[in-house]
């Protein structure tokens, strides 16, 4: 604001201020007098009010004498009239006083007025009624004397009430006197007031404007002297010529001040960020270095400690003991002696453990000083600050790192130790994972290397049982004394053999119970690898891409070595069972080319098959057995062939052989399936020992090839149970030839309705839906063509006690818009069921706490509205009978674990379409 605008503004307000003041002082005034005048008027209204009381007490008491004193004939009307007239009268006033009038002395005479009014008046009425009826008759002395000590009592308090009324009204006239001497008053105060502040204001206005003067120049000069980090402001928050000069200068003092302050940002951020970088690479120098977690734990804790500048760390790491979950210390930096620390906390116990329990950071920055002592050899004192960090890899606490220092961590080192810990957990669980394959395939060997010494023990038992029978047959003539002799070996003979099938049955029960185990967790970590490989949402990188495809091949793998050890472990025990059927070798060749011509494409090898013309079209034999031999032989055959060809020649010839030791050679007509490659070739002496289970031909740690050398060991043993064997003959740097001979004809094997576990649920579907009818292929065309929709709002209820399966499970059937309930046991099942009669299809384990699968099933179908619901089962206990178990039970139909995510959707498409047809 301008300074003439400014002192004229001043002037103006002053006067408008002063008249703005008496204004509202004369409105005090005229208010305080109308205010006053309506009390006044109240008050004479009560005077008179009071008046009448008084009159009518009177001219009631006056006219009952009169009319009780003449004793001449009957009652004068006109004077009864006036009584009934003042009584009313005397009433309707006695009310309206007690309305206006409040005071509590007031009141009390008036209910006092009111009760004698009515006690006088009842009185009263007696006496004319008497009169009335008896004229000449006289009243008592006594009830004369009490009318009239009434009447005196009532004319008493209308004079004590009208007295009051009075002393109101001079009370009032004497309170408004003041008023209006205050209200005078105060007009002359508010006027004196206004002139000083007037006054005051002026003064203000002229010193204000000197000083803002006296700041811009002093700014000024203080600007000059100045650096561009911290300049001095113009203080002028007034309006004018002087505030637009302060706001000029003050906007280039902030922009200089704001392009200091960004250019050491820039260069302060610059290195953070180097030194960031610097540090996140030397720690990931140490990975590749690491071979298990305890190492991996040493290297860190020395390395990370230092470098954010602390002076004390422990590394525990998580332990799953039964049922409870440990937190172990692996490691620490210049810690005290393991036996004055702790070693192990539960999951929630303490920081560390609430920590891991919570999966948050903990960071304390006021810490007690007996909370910990860090000592030198100078000393020893208490940190400053306490870092907790959780490790986390998908959702899981793996381990927790506490890091206690002097100092207050910097953000820069909260930040390198954040980025750190987000890497930690997933090179944690890549080493965990490895010792895991590790253990697993050294007790998968040991556990092969077990079975094979009971097999060659059996072997030579019943070897020995074979000499000691001929033995005995050669001397049973020779002497009767030997039968004891005899019938001890016998018995001996059967305890062992009855010992060899008690450890077949625990063999039996063991693999069960391995599949189970090991198929459990691969089911939740095949089903999620292959939910996130399909990047459903789009927000994986190819990076992030590759990386799960590779856990999901990795997972397969894996699969397939647990499937292999399984097939051997039956076959050797003799557990594996045959389907003899007629078998089209024209689809047995289709069959292997649409497999393998794809890697042939890719490894640009040429890959052919040739077929004799006098084969017949179709022979006796296990197709599936076929062709995981066929698979088997050319997948070896593809890996072992950088360059040149694969061929399958099927052909028919007549071979020489001996079915039994000790048997002679003869010729019999054969079949040939001969793998020929290009390939590496196999040394002689090693031919024979790549049959033998986990044997290859280069068998180091370092070779080039990988696999389990299960893949030819399971092939003989399936050769030999189709009634043929496997041949090889092979040259270093020529290639090699594996021939598989089968006979003609029916196998001499037991022929049973069963196939495997893995390809049960795939029959079911073909079973139940696939076949020639019309209505069937129409409902199959049907299902396909919905597809989704069967499966979308569908309620689905997930029976099982292993959270990662319902975790896993639950993610994949969201994602097809299904609502999903979930039970942990049997009994579990039967009460959410209760809850939810609308549910359309349950997903039931087998191998539960509490009530397991089967009877869960039973009792589900026992509950008339879930006669016919569909029960898909599942379990990762894959073993022979396994789906008839399941089927018996009351189960719609079965599917092993891990779980195939295309055909768990197919089986449960086909049932809810069923149920809603």
């Not at 009038?101 to 009390?108: A, H, L, R, Y």
């Not at 010529?241 to 260069?267: C, D, P, T, Y």
């Not at 891409?545 to 039956?570: C, M, V």
């Not at 016919?868 to 009351?890: D, N, V």
Request: aromatic share 6%; glycine share 6%; proline share 2%.
């Amino acid at each position: 604001m301008r300074f003439r605008t400014k002192l004229y503004t001043s002037i103006g307000s002053l006067l408008l201020f002063i008249t703005i003041i008496v204004i509202i002082l004369m409105n005090m005034l005229e208010q305080s007098t109308v205010k006053m005048n309506v009390v006044i008027n109240d008050l004479n209204e009560r005077i008179e009010i009071a008046s009448t009381i008084k009159d009518e007490t009177a001219i009631t008491s006056k006219v009952l004498n009169t009319i009780l004193n003449d004793r001449e004939g009957e009652i004068n009307s006109d004077l009864l009239n006036a009584w009934g007239n003042s009584n009313s009268n005397l009433q309707v006033a006695i009310d309206s006083l007690k309305r206006r009038d409040t005071q509590v002395k007031s009141q009390e005479l008036i209910g006092k007025l009111k009760i004698l009014h009515e006690s006088y008046r009842n009185m009263g009425q007696q006496a004319l009624m008497e009169r009335k009826i008896n004229p000449n008759a006289e009243l008592t002395p006594a009830f004369l004397n009490d009318i009239e000590l009434y009447s005196q009592r009532m004319v008493q308090i209308a004079e004590l009430l009208h007295g009051l009324q009075e002393q109101g009204m001079k009370n009032e006239l004497l309170r408004s006197k003041d008023t209006y001497t205050w209200a005078v008053e105060n007009i002359y105060i508010y006027l004196v007031i206004g002139l000083i502040i007037g006054i005051g204001f002026a003064i203000w206005i002229i010193k204000s404007t000197s000083n803002n003067l006296n700041k811009v120049t002093d700014v000024m000069k203080q600007a000059a002297a100045s650096d561009f980090d911290t300049l001095p402001r113009i203080d002028i928050t007034s309006k004018g010529e002087l505030g637009e000069i302060a706001v000029g200068f003050n906007k280039m003092a902030q922009a200089l001040e704001k392009h200091s302050r960004i250019e050491k940002q820039v260069k302060e951020e610059a290195e953070e960020l180097s030194w960031l970088n610097t540090k996140i690479a030397e720690i990931a120098t140490l990975y590749p270095e690491v071979e298990n977690v305890q190492m991996l734990a040493d290297m860190l804790i020395r390395k990370l400690v230092p470098m954010v500048g602390a002076s004390y760390g422990v590394f525990y790491l998580k332990e799953i003991n039964k049922i409870d979950q440990y937190l172990t210390r692996m490691s620490s930096f210049a810690s005290k002696a393991l036996d004055q620390e702790r070693k192990q906390f539960r999951l929630g116990e303490g920081l560390i453990g609430q920590c891991a329990l919570s999966k948050r950071s903990i960071h304390i920055n006021q810490v007690p000083d007996d909370y910990l002592k860090i000592g030198s050899g100078l000393g020893e004192a208490s940190p400053k600050t306490i870092m907790i960090l959780p490790v986390i890899f998908e959702d899981l606490v793996l381990a927790v790192i506490e890091i206690a220092s002097f100092e207050t961590l910097t953000p820069l080192q909260i930040k390198l130790l954040e980025e750190v810990n987000n890497n930690l957990g997933i090179k944690i669980n890549s080493i965990i994972n490895h010792m895991k394959v590790e253990k697993l395939l050294q007790e998968s060997q040991a556990l092969t290397e077990e079975l094979q010494a009971q097999s060659e023990e059996l072997q030579m038992q019943q070897e020995e049982l074979r000499t000691t029978n001929e033995k005995l047959e050669e001397q049973y003539e020779a002497s009767k004394q030997r039968n004891f002799e005899i019938q001890e070996v016998s018995a001996a003979l059967e305890e062992k053999a009855q010992q060899l099938l008690l450890s077949s049955k625990y063999k039996s029960e063991f693999l069960s119970n391995m599949s189970h185990e090991l198929r459990t967790p691969l089911n939740s970590l095949l089903i999620l690898a292959q939910i996130l490989s399909e990047n459903g949402e789009g927000n994986l990188t190819p990076k992030q891409q590759e990386y799960i495809k590779t856990i999901y091949s990795s997972g397969n793998d894996l699969l397939n070595l647990i499937n292999d050890i399984l097939d051997l472990a039956k076959v050797e025990s003799g557990k594996l069972d045959v389907i003899s059927k007629e078998v089209d070798l024209n689809e047995v060749s289709d069959f292997i080319y649409s497999q393998f011509s794809p890697i042939a494409n890719q490894k640009k090898v040429h890959f052919t098959i040739e077929m004799g013309s006098e084969l017949p079209k179709t022979f006796l034999t296990d197709e599936q057995r076929l062709q995981q031999i066929l698979k088997n032989l050319l997948s070896n055959a593809f890996k072992f062939t950088e360059s040149g060809s694969v061929t399958l020649q099927i052909s028919k010839v007549m071979k020489s052989f001996t079915r039994n030791i000790g048997e002679e050679h003869h010729f019999e007509q054969m079949f040939a399936f001969s793998v020929m490659d290009t390939g590496i070739g196999i040394e002689k002496e090693k031919q024979e020992s790549i049959f033998e289970a986990f044997k290859q031909a280069d068998g180091t740690t370092s070779r080039k090839y990988g696999g389990t050398g299960l893949g030819l060991s399971i092939s003989r043993e399936l050769a030999s149970l189709l009634g043929g064997f496997i041949e090889v003959s092979s040259e270093i740097g020529k290639g090699s030839t594996f021939t598989l001979f089968l006979p003609y004809g029916q196998i001499n094997s037991k022929i049973v309705q069963l196939s495997t576990a893995r390809t049960e649920a795939a029959v079911s579907l073909e079973a139940n839906y696939l076949v020639n009818s019309n209505d069937q292929v129409l409902k199959k065309e049907s299902i396909i063509k919905h597809g989704k929709s069967i499966l979308k709002n569908k309620k689905i209820l997930i029976v099982d006690d292993d959270i990662r399966n319902v975790y896993a499970l639950t993610i994949a059937l969201e994602n097809h818009d299904m609502e999903i309930l979930v039970a942990e046991n049997g009994r579990e099942a039967l009460e959410v069921l209760k809850d939810h009669p609308n549910t359309d299809l349950i997903l039931m384990d087998i191998m539960m706490p509490e009530m397991d699968g089967f009877e869960a099933i039973q009792h589900i179908r026992k509950i008339s509205i879930f006669e016919t619901i569909p029960i898909i089962a599942l379990t990762a206990k894959a073993m022979k009978h396994s789906r008839e178990e399941c089927l018996e039970a009351g189960a719609t139909d079965y599917i092993s674990k891990p779980i195939n995510l295309d055909q768990l959707f197919s089986l449960m498409q086909v049932w809810l379409f069923t149920k809603e047809g």
